[in-house]
């Protein structure tokens, strides 16, 4: 397990957040630190993606009350691009096609944004060609990719085999991927796997949000957390995922019940 | 949401290029009538047969009616209230640039189009239009080596008037429309380019034009002509200062391309645009059309339009040889209370004719945003072609686009496809970009690049780079 003394890098506290006008998270409440991989899983519905966006800062979503902080600073007034540039990294589960802008420029313009706040030099084209290769073999990808659209005509593998180059050229502190491992063959889902275990350093950490087991066969998470209605319900190691996976999510209700009933 | 509005408070940019030059302007007296014709033809020193083209001109300009069809509403032109000739004062046959006004040379090096030996751009000639005269043309020496004549259409008209009788008018007759005869009876100044037979022209020629005057219509005239076997890429910038009045600009442009010719006419258009309200700003009034005239010629229009109050243009082709291709790209970015009416006209005569066309609109503000094309295969137009793609995108909820493809087809034989879409700029894709640590700003310009990508690729490498700035420029500002 991790040491009690290590540096906290999450912490969300009692979150509330809607969407027009309907609350979606009635509650939240969740702490990682550094080196920590979490896993949360649900069912559809449960919240999950919204969590990932309101962390993200998704201009869609409010905050009705509650707190995020990161690194013990409040970051609910920051921009997305803002907290993408503290180390913020948001996996998606539906990348976005973006026609017409050329997935090399794209990612130099957002690797060099992140560098800046590091105080590091910006890159050039050349320089930065060095280090996309050198990243693309974390995920196994064609250089091809680069010269194409961003995510345009991409099949679904590719799209998240995009985002963890995108997470390798960040380095982020955090990151959250919603569901990187639905629609990936099991070839696409080892490679996603193994990228995202390369990447994670003791002082980052990774929550995954998923619906399956097997994504936690290839990373072990250091807790499970199930959401329900807009709330983590339960949290345990990963014997819990490994439980859910087994009896389905009606064990999990029926467990609530059972607690809810003992009150 | 808020998005909306702070994209469109980006889209809004204060205008770079409006201060006025401080320079002793000679001008004729307000008003138009037949003698104001021949004291412009008197003081530009001209032969007889252009006094009677003007003349013709303007007596058939009298019989028409401005036209109304485009459903643009603008206050109307006083005619009588404009200045057709203005000038800089200075020796007006200046042998060389150090004897040009320094002040002319700075004003054009603020625009960013350095004319002076040392710091002029390496691989463009350039024509420098300054109201209602050409102040310098770089370059000429190297060209003349090659037998390319690049000048001032006044020097044409004194140098070379056999060309100029034998063309001027011919694409674009004196009564073609009412703008059209207005520019071919008072037209000051513009640019000339004839490329001989089997040349291809070694550098990119490139016309700027800047209206300084407030009161001063422009009606500048260009006519390229390029000779059979022959090809040049051309390139037109234009600005304007900062009036609450509007100034009319009516220009006329002429392309000729003879047997497997092939000419390349690109425009950067950024006049004045008018303020938020829509006070002040350019009239852009303008007749473009190239014929192919010979077999296997091609015209390619490409325009990057950002400015004017009003943006009223077809760059049109005839393609009335064989096998001969026209083209069209076009980027519209209109804002605030501009409108933009443009588009293109393929004439297929010829047979197995080509043509091309790509739009992007892209409206902000309370503007306005029209694609207006013709396609019309004539009968003899065996095996024609036609690909028309017109896109349009939204940035905010006052803003509209349409777009009116006309199809006229006398010929079974030819096929003709026409793709449209509308689009808004999407929050998603804002936000992926954002969530990766690019600004607001840097991503709503980014979307609209990749938006125009299409036409950014047809255009001449530097003048790509200026075009994306450009968009981006009026894109910029502060994030609310």
Same mark, same amino acid.
């Given at each position: 397990m991790i040491s009690s003394t290590s540096e906290t890098i999450l912490s969300i506290e009692n979150l509330h957040a809607s969407v027009e006008d309907q609350e979606i998270l009635h509650g939240v409440n969740l702490v990682v630190k550094e080196g920590e991989i979490h896993a949360i899983m649900g069912r559809n519905g449960s919240g999950k993606s919204t969590l990932s966006k309101v962390i993200a800062g998704h201009p869609s979503y409010k905050i009705?009350? +509650?707190?995020?902080?990161?690194? +013990?600073?409040n970051i609910l007034e920051l921009e997305p691009e803002e907290r993408a540039r503290i180390g913020i990294f948001l996996g998606f589960q539906y990348p976005v096609e973006i026609p017409g802008v050329s997935n090399l420029e794209f990612l130099r313009v957002a690797t060099n944004s992140r560098r800046k706040e590091l105080l590091k030099s910006e890159l050039d084209t050349f320089q930065f060609e060095d280090l996309v290769k050198d990243r693309l073999k974390i995920?196994?990808?064609?250089?091809a990719f680069l010269e194409r659209s961003?995510?345009?005509g991409f099949s679904g593998g590719e799209k998240k085999r995009n985002e963890i180059l995108q997470m390798a050229l960040l380095e982020p502190i955090i990151s959250i991927l919603d569901e990187t491992d639905s629609g990936l063959d099991i070839d696409a889902l080892r490679i996603v796997a193994s990228g995202i275990n390369r990447l994670s350093q003791p002082n980052s950490a990774t929550i995954l949000i998923t619906h399956y087991q097997r994504l936690l066969n290839e990373i072990t998470p250091d807790f499970v957390h199930i959401m329900a209605d807009g709330k983590i319900i339960k949290t345990g190691n990963k014997e819990l995922a490994i439980d859910l996976e087994k009896s389905g999510y009606d064990f999990i209700d029926k467990n609530t019940k059972e607690k809810e009933r003992a009150k | 949401m808020t998005q909306s509005n702070t994209v469109e408070e980006i889209v809004s940019q204060p205008y770079k290029y409006g201060f006025i030059t401080e320079i002793e302007t000679e001008k004729i007296p307000k008003g138009l009538n037949e003698d104001v014709?021949? @004291?412009?033809?008197?003081?530009?020193?001209e032969p007889e047969f252009l006094l009677k083209f003007r003349l013709r001109a303007y007596e058939q300009w009298l019989k028409m009616k401005e036209p109304d069809w485009s459903g643009l509403t603008y206050s109307k032109v006083d005619y009588q209230d404009l200045v057709y000739f203005a000038a800089p004062k200075q020796d007006i046959k200046k042998k060389s640039l150090d004897e040009v006004d320094p002040k002319l040379l700075e004003t054009f090096e603020k625009l960013g189009i350095p004319l002076?030996?040392?710091?002029? @751009?390496?691989?463009v000639a350039v024509d420098a239009v300054f109201d209602s005269v050409s102040i310098a043309t770089t370059y000429k020496e190297k060209l003349a080596e090659?037998?390319?004549?690049?000048?001032?259409?006044?020097?044409?008209i004194s140098e070379y008037p056999d060309l100029i009788e034998k063309y001027m008018g011919t694409v674009v007759p004196i009564n073609d429309n009412f703008f059209a005869a207005l520019n071919s009876a008072v037209f000051s100044d513009g640019s000339f380019v004839y490329i001989p037979k089997g040349v291809e022209c070694p550098m990119e020629l490139s016309s700027y034009f800047?209206?300084?005057? +407030?009161?001063t219509g422009q009606f500048?005239? /260009? @006519?390229?002509?390029?000779?059979?076997?022959?090809?040049?890429?051309?390139?037109? +910038?234009? /600005?304007?200062?900062?009036?609450?009045t509007n100034t009319l600009h009516a220009a006329v442009v002429e392309l000729v391309a003879l047997d497997n010719a092939s000419i390349k006419y690109s425009t950067v258009q950024n006049w004045y645009a008018g303020n938020e309200e829509g006070v002040g700003g350019i009239y852009n009034f303008v007749t473009k059309r190239g014929e192919c005239r010979g077999k296997k010629s091609k015209i390619s229009w490409s325009q990057v339009e950002t400015g004017s109050a009003i943006t009223w243009k077809y760059p049109s082709c005839v393609l009335q040889g064989d096998n001969s291709i026209g083209e069209f790209y076009s980027i519209a970015l209109t804002n605030n209370c501009q409108k933009a009416d443009t588009g293109t006209k393929m004439i297929h005569i010829g047979k197995n004719t080509k043509s091309k066309i790509v739009s992007k609109g892209i409206s902000a503000g309370q503007s306005k945003n029209s694609y207006r094309g013709l396609v019309s295969i004539s009968p003899n137009a065996e095996g024609a072609r036609n690909y028309s793609q017109c896109d349009s995108m939204l940035i905010g909820d006052k803003a509209s686009a349409n777009t009116y493809p006309y199809i006229q087809s006398k010929q079974p034989q030819s096929n003709i496809e026409h793709e449209a879409s509308t689009c808004r700029i999407s929050e998603d894709q804002l936000f992926y970009l954002q969530s990766r640590g690019i600004d607001f700003e840097e991503s709503v310009s980014m979307l609209v690049s990749g938006f125009c990508s299409d036409v950014f690729n047809e255009l001449p490498m530097e003048f790509a780079s200026e075009a994306d700035k450009l968009l981006a420029l009026k894109l910029e500002g502060s994030v609310g």
């Amino acid at each position: 397990m991790i040491s009690s003394t290590s540096e906290t890098i999450l912490s969300i506290e009692n979150l509330h957040a809607s969407v027009e006008d309907q609350e979606i998270l009635h509650g939240v409440n969740l702490v990682v630190k550094e080196g920590e991989i979490h896993a949360i899983m649900g069912r559809n519905g449960s919240g999950k993606s919204t969590l990932s966006k309101v962390i993200a800062g998704h201009p869609s979503y409010k905050i009705e009350s +509650g707190s995020i902080q990161f690194k +013990g600073k409040n970051i609910l007034e920051l921009e997305p691009e803002e907290r993408a540039r503290i180390g913020i990294f948001l996996g998606f589960q539906y990348p976005v096609e973006i026609p017409g802008v050329s997935n090399l420029e794209f990612l130099r313009v957002a690797t060099n944004s992140r560098r800046k706040e590091l105080l590091k030099s910006e890159l050039d084209t050349f320089q930065f060609e060095d280090l996309v290769k050198d990243r693309l073999k974390i995920v196994e990808m064609n250089p091809a990719f680069l010269e194409r659209s961003v995510n345009e005509g991409f099949s679904g593998g590719e799209k998240k085999r995009n985002e963890i180059l995108q997470m390798a050229l960040l380095e982020p502190i955090i990151s959250i991927l919603d569901e990187t491992d639905s629609g990936l063959d099991i070839d696409a889902l080892r490679i996603v796997a193994s990228g995202i275990n390369r990447l994670s350093q003791p002082n980052s950490a990774t929550i995954l949000i998923t619906h399956y087991q097997r994504l936690l066969n290839e990373i072990t998470p250091d807790f499970v957390h199930i959401m329900a209605d807009g709330k983590i319900i339960k949290t345990g190691n990963k014997e819990l995922a490994i439980d859910l996976e087994k009896s389905g999510y009606d064990f999990i209700d029926k467990n609530t019940k059972e607690k809810e009933r003992a009150k | 949401m808020t998005q909306s509005n702070t994209v469109e408070e980006i889209v809004s940019q204060p205008y770079k290029y409006g201060f006025i030059t401080e320079i002793e302007t000679e001008k004729i007296p307000k008003g138009l009538n037949e003698d104001v014709i021949r @004291l412009i033809s008197t003081k530009k020193n001209e032969p007889e047969f252009l006094l009677k083209f003007r003349l013709r001109a303007y007596e058939q300009w009298l019989k028409m009616k401005e036209p109304d069809w485009s459903g643009l509403t603008y206050s109307k032109v006083d005619y009588q209230d404009l200045v057709y000739f203005a000038a800089p004062k200075q020796d007006i046959k200046k042998k060389s640039l150090d004897e040009v006004d320094p002040k002319l040379l700075e004003t054009f090096e603020k625009l960013g189009i350095p004319l002076s030996e040392q710091k002029r @751009l390496s691989n463009v000639a350039v024509d420098a239009v300054f109201d209602s005269v050409s102040i310098a043309t770089t370059y000429k020496e190297k060209l003349a080596e090659h037998g390319v004549i690049f000048c001032s259409i006044s020097e044409a008209i004194s140098e070379y008037p056999d060309l100029i009788e034998k063309y001027m008018g011919t694409v674009v007759p004196i009564n073609d429309n009412f703008f059209a005869a207005l520019n071919s009876a008072v037209f000051s100044d513009g640019s000339f380019v004839y490329i001989p037979k089997g040349v291809e022209c070694p550098m990119e020629l490139s016309s700027y034009f800047r209206i300084n005057s +407030g009161d001063t219509g422009q009606f500048e005239r /260009t @006519l390229i002509i390029a000779e059979e076997s022959s090809s040049v890429s051309y390139l037109e +910038g234009c /600005t304007a200062p900062m009036f609450d009045t509007n100034t009319l600009h009516a220009a006329v442009v002429e392309l000729v391309a003879l047997d497997n010719a092939s000419i390349k006419y690109s425009t950067v258009q950024n006049w004045y645009a008018g303020n938020e309200e829509g006070v002040g700003g350019i009239y852009n009034f303008v007749t473009k059309r190239g014929e192919c005239r010979g077999k296997k010629s091609k015209i390619s229009w490409s325009q990057v339009e950002t400015g004017s109050a009003i943006t009223w243009k077809y760059p049109s082709c005839v393609l009335q040889g064989d096998n001969s291709i026209g083209e069209f790209y076009s980027i519209a970015l209109t804002n605030n209370c501009q409108k933009a009416d443009t588009g293109t006209k393929m004439i297929h005569i010829g047979k197995n004719t080509k043509s091309k066309i790509v739009s992007k609109g892209i409206s902000a503000g309370q503007s306005k945003n029209s694609y207006r094309g013709l396609v019309s295969i004539s009968p003899n137009a065996e095996g024609a072609r036609n690909y028309s793609q017109c896109d349009s995108m939204l940035i905010g909820d006052k803003a509209s686009a349409n777009t009116y493809p006309y199809i006229q087809s006398k010929q079974p034989q030819s096929n003709i496809e026409h793709e449209a879409s509308t689009c808004r700029i999407s929050e998603d894709q804002l936000f992926y970009l954002q969530s990766r640590g690019i600004d607001f700003e840097e991503s709503v310009s980014m979307l609209v690049s990749g938006f125009c990508s299409d036409v950014f690729n047809e255009l001449p490498m530097e003048f790509a780079s200026e075009a994306d700035k450009l968009l981006a420029l009026k894109l910029e500002g502060s994030v609310g």
